[in-house]
């Protein structure tokens, strides 16, 4: 046979978008338009409709970015219109929108003169049923239209100034097209979805196989039998054509796909905040509008936050979405507060996300999500496991990591293995996308992509228009239900999250394991761009921490006369967790998100600051005494931990130290305490630094610290989220000074140096206090460098084969090494507060304020044959997309080096470096709530309950990596103590025996441990 298979294809596309496609509508009638557009932000729709609408041409322009217009629509429909049974009247809105890029243009959503919603208009969802409208044969309805620009812009990652209202400008960006009632011939439609789920199942077939010829010539006769002239009158005839084909059933061994429903809605990104609550109504309109013509449709929605949009804003729509939950179709997933990022956030943080997000999903549906869901986060932290077992679920879902730049990930499903040993059921869906059209494509990718076949047979598909939201739509639909048992395809069931793990844990019993960190193999930009905003959310987790220990401190030590902010401490914990979304925290959003979150942050401390602030005056009393709050786990100038005490001045024994001096030396100095020694030269890089404990150089020979280096960063796309490995290849180290000068307050001694970085003013204060075991450097920047990476690096004369990085709960250890493509992958990690390098006997730890990405690289010297061990820590960015003024201007970041340090040292450290001396006056002292005795023993929170009883939860870790073993005391009246779970209910806890004041702890490395003391 003559091989004529091209051109029957074109044949059918020609037929398709000719033929097909205009017949869908085949009568149509204009609506009269009025409107009014919103002077500035968005107004409710009662408040919108009270206002004078004025005529409206039908193709004008309209819609300045960020702009609102309101369009008021009216007609009538045709008596003898959607009476035949197969046809129904719809109205058609088309905005202006392009089909390309769903969620990031206009949008609109429909509402009755009642002020209820009807459902969303969107470039591929631009209809309404008659029937939602509930007015009869009348037209006469509202349509929101949000202006929102293409920041996008193709991708070409391009400085845009869209980004921001102040820099948008006012330009009208988009033209109204067809605004009309129109005739939907389902017979039509129906065919449509036909030859779409054969032809693009027939487009994936091997050309040797049978089944792909079948489809062809059914399409072919198909086309054959229609009067392309006459669709609507043939289009039975048509299908008919296809339904032999369409009717075979699947492969008894073909691979089946539990198909959940889904909009991946991104709380702030290429849009503000405030745009994102309307992307929210405007998508879960249209899903509860698609459910209730579809009782078997199952939507995942996770994200608390995006509920608690809802609830507070479009509560008639909250009470539908309710209703749906009761049902089973509308399903809350994932448990968390936002879709986090969880390479940065610290681990009281990371533990909230679960707390506030499944404690939302059960008072408000009473769900108990069981799975972690975070497809779009930027790599998963090795800590996540236990986290997510801690809060009481099972199973983790990812997507991300298909997006890696080197390496594929070997399995599909699999348990991953945490820092603690603790596993959890993951699942990484093969179709590679959490925005799936359910497309001939995607569903034969899952199937010959999915790398456990022959062990397991079924996997997820999250399907739905995401991103800037939209979801699933009838289309979908109507290729689920067609690919359900088909011939050649891979089987479709639409399902809930919850049913697919369930049925993946029976069919796969025996799993393979990923142990440690499922790092990103991209995106490393994300650990240092938008530096205010990372500095905002480290700055605001200890502030809560500070908040939360004084006044669950001040309660129980005033018989609660001092009243336990509950709710002002829940809402402000929901506004930092909501920054730390994985394209706030990351720095990856347009410019109008970071200075929100910069705003938030700073209403956060303003808040905070004043809470701690009453919760100290309750507690110490009034007098003249000055006290030190140490909400830090260790003791600190003799205060105990969590206490508030006197300190001890350098004079008295316990405060262990001579003052600090400085002298100079060869145009340089020389800072010493009777604890460590630094030398720094005229240059004001720091030469030599020594412990006088071990009396170790901790400084490689001839090279020199504190050494600042600008990079050219030019990634090949995504600015604000890439930092690749080429970067290293283009570098100016930073020697010289422009002054260097003596300063010092007291007993303590520092040295300024200034320099310029390209046209950027850099001051250092590099400063020793008395008794500190640590040296530290406060860089101020003021940074207009473009395109441009610093860098502040520590060679350190250390044969290190790891470095161990602080993470929630513990730390990692990453090889320094590069003997795999893994390795050399890690060219740019995560590390919160402090990273440490060491080899046996002795290490050195480095600090940070608020600083993430960072690198550690090794050498061998050719002159000793020693290996130099660099750390450097990421401190500025300046890339030009999504946010073309990215980082500019000032910056403050502080770096501490402590030279023979072990990880104890550094976990100290970093609490140090984080938590400032607070010195409070007041008239008497205050005991910990609780006590520790073995200092690996790590008291990460204390806190009064969640449920209002007044009880005590105190959440502590394991964090030297080790066993560790020992009591936990209350120092407070107690009936008894019991683990908990972070949801705070009871849990059989391993290693945990309680009494009746205290907990005899013997912990696994890295265990999380909560606790609740019920008071007496």
Known sequence: MHDDRRVTEVRLQRFVRERINPALYSRSLPLTLSSWKVPDEPVPALEAMRQKFQPQEQGALWGKPWGTKWLRLQGEVPESWGTEADTTVEILVDLGFTTEIPGFQCEGMAWRPDGTTIKAISPRNQYIPLKLLGSGMAVDFYVEAAANPDVAQGWTFAPTPYGDKATAGTAPQYRLGTIAIAELNQNVWELQQDIRTLAGLMAELPVELPRRHEILRALERMMDLMDPDDVVGTAAVGREALAAVLARPAYASAHQLVATGHAHIDSAWLWPVRETIRKCARTFSNVVALMDENPGFVFSCSSAQQFAWIKEFYPELFSRIREKVRTGQF????????????????????????????????????????????????????????????????????????????????????????????????????????????????????????????????????????????????????????????????????????????????????????????????????????????????????????????????????????????????????????????????????????????????????????????????????????????????????????????????????????????????????????????????????????????????????????????????????????????????????????????????????????????????RQRISLAPGSPSLAITTSVDWQEREKLLKLGFPLDVRADRSAAETQFGHVFRPTHTNTSWETAKFEVCAHRWIHVGEPGYGVAISNSSTYGHDVMRSIRDADGGTTTTVRLSLLRAPKFPDPDADRGLHELTVTIRPGAAIADAVEEGYRTNLAPRLVRGGSPVEPLFSVSHPALVIEAVKLAEDGSGDVIVRLYESLGQRSAGRLTANFPVREAVPVDLLERPVQASGVEVGADCAELRLRPFQLVTLRFVRR
């Open 331 to 762: 399903v809350p997933v994932g448990g968390m507060w936002v879709e986090s990022d969880t390479n940065m956030p610290g681990g009281e943080a990371m533990a909230r996300q679960f707390v506030e997000g499944k404690g939302f999903f059960l008072s408000e549906f009473g769900v108990d999500c069981r799975e972690a869901w975070l497809p779009d986060s930027f790599g998963y932290s090795a800590a996540l496991p236990q986290i997510v077992k801690s809060a009481g679920s099972r199973w983790f879902l990812t997507q991300k990591i298909s997006w890696n730049q080197t390496n594929r990930m070997p399995h599909h499903t699999f348990n991953w293995e945490g820092i603690d040993g603790t596993r959890i059921f993951t699942h990484f869906p093969p179709i590679d996308t959490y925005n799936s059209e359910l497309s001939g494509r995607e569903l034969a990718h899952a199937e010959r992509n999915y790398r456990d076949h022959g062990r397991g047979t079924v996997s997820l598909v999250p399907f739905g228009y995401g991103d800037g939201g939209g979801g699933p739509t009838r289309e979908m639909l109507a290729a689920a239900s067609r690919a359900a048992d088909l011939e050649g395809s891979p089987k479709v069931r639409v399902g809930s999250a919850e049913s697919f793990f369930a049925q993946a844990e029976d069919d796969y019993p025996v799993l393979p394991v990923w142990v440690g960190e499922m790092y990103l193999e991209l995106h490393r930009g994300t650990y240092t761009s938008q530096a205010r905003t990372k500095k905002g959310n480290r700055r605001s987790e200890h502030l809560l921490r500070e908040a939360e220990l004084w006044c669950a401190t001040a309660s129980i030590r005033t018989g609660g006369a001092f009243a336990y902010p509950a709710a002002e401490l829940k809402r402000l914990w929901r506004l930092v967790l909501l920054q730390q979304f994985h394209d706030i925290l990351p720095g990856s959003s347009i410019a109008w998100v970071h200075r929100d979150a910069e705003r938030n942050y700073q209403a956060i401390s303003e808040g905070l600051e004043d809470i701690i602030a009453q919760a100290a005056a309750a507690v110490l009393g009034s007098g003249d005494r000055t006290f030190l709050l140490n909400a830090a786990p260790h003791a600190r100038d003799g205060v105990p931990a969590l206490a508030a005490g006197e300190p001890a001045s350098p004079a008295e024994p316990a405060g262990l130290a001579q003052p600090a001096t400085a002298a100079a030396r060869h145009g340089g100095y020389v800072l010493d305490n009777g604890v460590i020694r630094a030398v720094l030269d005229a240059d004001g890089l720091l030469a030599s630094l020594v412990d006088h404990v071990s009396g170790r150089e901790a400084m490689a020979p001839g090279q020199r610290g504190n050494l600042l280096e600008l990079h050219r960063d030019t990634p090949n796309e995504w600015d604000a989220w890439d930092i690749d490995e080429f970067y290293r290849r283009n570098v100016t180290p930073l020697t010289g000074a422009t002054s260097l000068r003596l300063t010092g307050e007291g007993a303590e001694a520092a040295v300024v140096v200034e320099r310029f970085v390209g046209s950027s003013a850099v």
